[in-house]
Structure formats: C-alpha cells, structure tokens
C-alpha cells in the first residue's frame, strides 16, 4: 500500500515555559526555565530524600484543589461545568491545548466530528483524584463519591474526555507506557493517517503535577533535589542528579496530503516516520548499552526511508539522571558518532522538566516549532559537560537555523523506547 505524507498542522500547549506556542517559542529561544518551588510537606521534614525544591508547573492555572469547583483558569477559555467536572488537573490543561491546537490549524465542526477523524491520548491518571476518592469511599461511602470521580482519575481519562467534548467519531486510544506514552500516540497516529486509516489524527498528552504525582519519585531517588534552579535539570552534566518534574498538557493535529491540499494548510513540518522497540531489560532502568534505544532508531530509519547521516538535530530524551543520559549517550554514539556523524543535540527537558507521557508530544511540538521559526533549541544548564558525552556535538545555545531532518527520542519505564523522525517543510 502506498503510504501518504503526514504533516502537523496544527499546536497547542500549556508548560511552564509557555501557555501558548509564541511564549514557548520565545523561552525556547532564550533558554529560559519554568521551574517553581516546590512547597515543603512536613509529614517528610525528617526525610531529606523527599525535600524536593523544584517543579515544572503552568502559570495562570490555579488547580491543587480537589475541588473542580475551585479551580482558576484563563478567561479565554469558557468551560461548561459538566465539562469541568470530568477532569483531573491535567485535563484542564490538555483541553485548552486542544482548544489552542484546533485554531491553530483553522479547523471547522465538520473537519473534527467525523467518520475520518480520530485521537490518541497518553497520560498517567492522576494520582490526587485517585487517591482523594479512595479516601472519600473509605470514610463516607461509595454511594458518597463524585459520579465523575473514576472517569477523571484512572489512566483513560483524556481519551473519555476529549473524545466525548470534541465529539469525535473516528478511530481513539489512550496509551499509558509512562515516558514513551505519547511517543507512541503519535507513532501509531501517524501509522493511521499514512496507511489511509483516517485523515486526520488529533494527538493529545498531560499530566498532573502536585504532591501524589512528584513525591513517589523520591522513592527511585529519581528526582534532583538541587537548592539552584539552574542545577536541577542540567541533562549531559557531570553533576546531573535527577530530572524536575513537569505537568501541563500538549495537543497536535495530524493531517494527511490530501487534507492539507483541500483545506490550504501550511504545515509546521512533516511527520516522516517512526520506530520503537523494548528494552528487555530492567522494570524501571534504561539498558546501559542503549540497545534497545539503537533498535528504536534504526526502526525509524528504515521507516522514513532515510540515513542516519541525515539527521542534523538529535532531541534527547535525556532527563538529567546519571543511568538514563549515559544510557541515550551509547545509543547515539553507536548510530552517529561512530559512524563519522555529528548531528546537533539538545534536551529541552533543562528547561520544560520532565513530563512523563507529556514529554513526547510536548518535545514534537518544540521540533514542529523549531522548524516553523527557523532555530535550534540549546541544551541548558550544562556546568561541565560529562566526559563520557564529548564526542557528542551537543549544543549549549539556541542556534538561529531550523533543522531539516531531525529525531525526537523517549523511553519509559519497562524499556519502551520511541524515535519520531520530522523533515522541515
């Protein structure tokens, strides 16, 4: 079967770094942080592994409370209650994404309601709402708690959602492999529009960020407790200790050829392939070869018909831990450097944090953007570059060219990994 061409039409974001894409262009730009401090909690003052300093939170949402009611949001954006009621913090913020990303793209009624349209969606739940029904049900009874209470909480809840509040007829999905989550949402959307499954393909991704979703990472001793906000997230560094975690919420629309010939689009790049592949390895720990990451990338390869010489921007998946960045090294090393190549790399994860399943399509749209605005996002916060990285051509500025073929790369727990493969336009 003769695949189409897919290109990304359309961008919405809510980050730290920016609510919209001209603000998340512009930090991009200037390398500039979004990280907030994080409030101590005294049930953990006698825990220093818990004392977390930093996360990576979107401006102008108020959302800690349980209470939907509660909540504060943008005036731009008008949110029926029963809508409201259905989500979890990061539903909020994806549904104003999507909302961003639809008008973005110019989109009608009739092009998002309908038989050739679909969405895939990638979050991890959210662990407040859960864990405050659980509370609810034990204390007061079942009968007692929120009639939305499942559908807002487990790890479904965008794709309910969106699909019903957008009403979309098409094919949809929620993927849940942690880091590589949303990675896979746009992988096998782009399968769906190539392969003439749809025309069309929303990709949407969030997730909370509070104290259910970040202290259980202090557990894994994965998060950086850095007093220095310019320390915390320093992904290549020989001091990198841990990532910040990150929540907001990213949506991109896919549409095929035909799509954007009908409707006059001018695209942000194309999406020309991708690859994944399994570790095998550890439950929570990258290969420290990076062989399953090596497998991802010459799967994308072979799947956007393209060389790996090719590649002139590398998007790191690189979280700023010691196991993980040297992981994503040796896999880079394997397939570029030593093979003669030196394409620019970069983690924008300095500056965004880490958002978990948001991070595929948060870092999709920072390569679609990078493209569109003609620039190459640096690698921030890098003190002294880890010995084991020089022959990488890491790049510590924004760079004031647009790649023309670049790789976004993630890996999640279990050993998932996912290469996405975007030409300029």
Same mark, same amino acid.
């Given at each position: 079967?003769?695949?189409?061409?897919?290109?990304?039409? !359309?961008?919405?974001?809510?980050?730290?770094?920016?609510?919209?894409?001209?603000?998340?262009?512009?930090?991009?730009?200037?390398?500039?942080?979004?990280?907030?401090?994080?409030?101590?909690?005294?049930?953990?003052?006698? %825990?220093?592994?818990?004392?977390?300093?930093?996360?990576?939170?979107?401006? %102008?949402?108020?959302?800690?409370?349980?209470?939907?009611?509660?909540?504060?949001?943008?005036?731009?954006?008008?949110?029926?209650?029963?809508?409201?009621?259905?989500?979890?913090?990061?539903? $909020?913020?994806?549904?104003?994404?999507?909302?961003?990303?639809?008008?973005? &793209?110019?989109?009608?009624?009739?092009?998002?309601?309908?038989?050739?349209?679909?969405?895939?969606?990638?979050?991890?739940?959210?662990?407040?709402?859960?864990?405050?029904?659980?509370?609810?049900?034990?204390?007061?009874?079942?009968?007692?708690?929120?009639?939305?209470?499942?559908?807002?909480?487990?790890?479904?809840?965008?794709?309910?959602?969106?699909?019903?509040?957008?009403?979309?007829?098409?094919?949809?999905?929620?993927?849940?492999?942690?880091?590589?989550?949303?990675?896979? &949402?746009? !992988?096998?959307?782009? %399968?769906?529009?190539?392969?003439?499954?749809?025309?069309?393909?929303?990709?949407?991704?969030?997730?909370?960020?509070?104290?259910?979703?970040?202290?259980?990472?202090?557990?894994?001793?994965? $998060?950086?407790?850095?007093? %220095?906000?310019?320390? &915390?997230?320093?992904?290549?560094?020989?001091?990198?200790?841990?990532?910040?975690?990150?929540?907001?919420?990213?949506?991109?629309?896919?549409?095929?050829?035909?799509?954007?010939?009908?409707? !006059?689009?001018?695209?942000?790049?194309? $999406? /020309?392939?991708?690859?994944?592949?399994?570790?095998?390895?550890?439950?929570?720990?990258?290969?420290?070869? !990076?062989?399953?990451?090596?497998?991802?990338?010459?799967?994308?390869?072979?799947?956007?018909?393209?060389?790996?010489?090719? /590649?002139?921007?590398?998007? &790191?998946?690189?979280?700023?831990?010691?196991?993980?960045?040297?992981?994503?090294?040796?896999?880079?090393?394997?397939?570029?450097?030593?093979?003669?190549?030196?394409?620019?790399?970069?983690?924008?994860?300095?500056?965004?944090?880490?958002?978990?399943?948001?991070?595929?399509?948060?870092?999709?749209?920072?390569?679609?953007?990078?493209?569109?605005?003609?620039?190459?996002?640096?690698?921030?916060?890098?003190?002294?570059?880890?010995?084991?990285?020089?022959?990488?051509?890491?790049?510590?500025?924004?760079?004031?060219?647009?790649?023309?073929?670049?790789?976004?790369?993630?890996?999640?727990?279990?050993?998932?990994?996912?290469?996405?493969?975007?030409?300029?336009?």
């Amino acid at each position: 079967m003769e695949r189409k061409r897919v290109f990304i039409t !359309g961008l919405g974001v809510v980050s730290s770094i920016g609510n919209d894409t001209a603000i998340l262009v512009e930090s991009l730009r200037n390398l500039k942080h979004g990280f907030k401090a994080f409030p101590p909690y005294h049930p953990y003052k006698d %825990d220093p592994a818990a004392l977390v300093k930093w996360i990576s939170a979107p401006s %102008d949402f108020e959302v800690d409370s349980t209470d939907f009611e509660d909540w504060k949001y943008p005036s731009r954006y008008k949110i029926r209650r029963e809508v409201l009621r259905g989500f979890a913090p990061h539903g $909020l913020y994806t549904y104003c994404a999507m909302k961003q990303a639809l008008e973005d &793209a110019a989109l009608e009624e009739e092009d998002i309601s309908n038989y050739e349209t679909g969405i895939y969606t990638s979050s991890g739940g959210s662990p407040r709402l859960l864990c405050n029904n659980m509370e609810r049900m034990r204390e007061i009874g079942a009968t007692r708690c929120s009639p939305t209470g499942i559908v807002s909480a487990i790890a479904g809840t965008l794709s309910f959602n969106l699909v019903a509040n957008f009403k979309i007829l098409g094919n949809s999905c929620g993927f849940s492999s942690a880091c590589a989550s949303s990675g896979h &949402a746009l !992988g096998y959307a782009y %399968d769906d529009v190539s392969l003439g499954r749809q025309s069309r393909m929303f990709v949407a991704a969030g997730e909370d960020v509070n104290f259910e979703s970040v202290i259980p990472f202090t557990g894994m001793r994965a $998060l950086s407790l850095e007093v %220095d906000p310019t320390r &915390a997230s320093c992904p290549f560094d020989e001091k990198r200790n841990g990532f910040v975690c990150a929540g907001g919420g990213a949506a991109l629309v896919l549409e095929n050829e035909d799509e954007v010939e009908r409707r !006059g689009s001018t695209p942000y790049a194309e $999406l /020309v392939g991708w690859g994944q592949s399994s570790d095998g390895h550890n439950v929570a720990i990258s290969h420290p070869e !990076g062989s399953g990451l090596i497998r991802a990338l010459s799967n994308a390869f072979r799947s956007a018909g393209i060389e790996a010489g090719e /590649v002139d921007y590398i998007n &790191a998946h690189a979280t700023s831990t010691l196991i993980g960045d040297a992981s994503e090294g040796k896999a880079l090393d394997k397939i570029f450097t030593s093979q003669g190549y030196r394409p620019k790399v970069s983690s924008t994860k300095a500056i965004t944090g880490h958002g978990l399943s948001l991070a595929s399509a948060l870092e999709a749209t920072i390569v679609s953007l990078a493209m569109k605005e003609g620039f190459t996002p640096g690698s921030a916060h890098i003190q002294n570059l880890d010995p084991q990285f020089e022959k990488l051509n890491i790049i510590r500025e924004t760079e004031t060219t647009a790649p023309k073929l670049a790789i976004s790369n993630s890996s999640g727990f279990g050993g998932a990994n996912v290469t996405l493969v975007f030409r300029g336009v």
